[in-house]
């Protein structure tokens, strides 16, 4: 069985920084695209940022500049640094993946808990 989980969350003043990190653990075959998602309250959830097994990146217009995705493919680990951060940027971060593991022939969807960011004005 695949597992995600993430680390990295927590209170921090306007300004300052904080690193996500998210490891994929299980029976793992392949990993193609690791994302990172937020959800704020009474939002909807939102796409961050996005890293593809290409090595390409994408990010949403409000953290451009401010965030970096990045991944290690050696320890199956994603990790999204978040520089200059905002009261805005507070949500509930989730880590999502789409990989194959070993007992199936097809690639699927994972996400793990989430992790809170909270920035404070």
């Known amino acids: 069985q695949v597992q995600l989980v993430e680390s990295g969350g927590g209170l921090v003043q306007a300004g300052g920084s904080l690193r996500l990190s998210c490891v994929a653990s299980?029976?793992?075959?392949?990993?193609?695209?690791m994302d990172w998602y937020r959800q704020a309250p009474g939002k909807q959830r939102e796409l961050v940022a996005r890293?593809?097994?290409?090595?390409?990146?994408i990010y949403v217009d409000s953290v451009k500049g401010r965030f970096t995705i990045s991944r290690d493919n050696a320890k199956n680990t994603l990790y999204l640094q978040m520089n200059s951060l905002k009261p805005e940027d507070t949500a509930l971060y989730y880590c999502?993946?789409?990989?194959?593991?070993?007992?199936?022939?097809?690639?699927?969807?994972?996400w793990g808990q989430g992790t809170q960011v909270t920035v404070s004005s």
């Open positions: 890293t593809t097994s290409g090595g390409s990146t």
């Open positions: 999502h993946v789409v990989l194959r593991d070993l007992l199936r022939t097809s690639w699927r969807d994972y």
């Open positions: 299980g029976n793992i075959f392949g990993i193609d695209s």
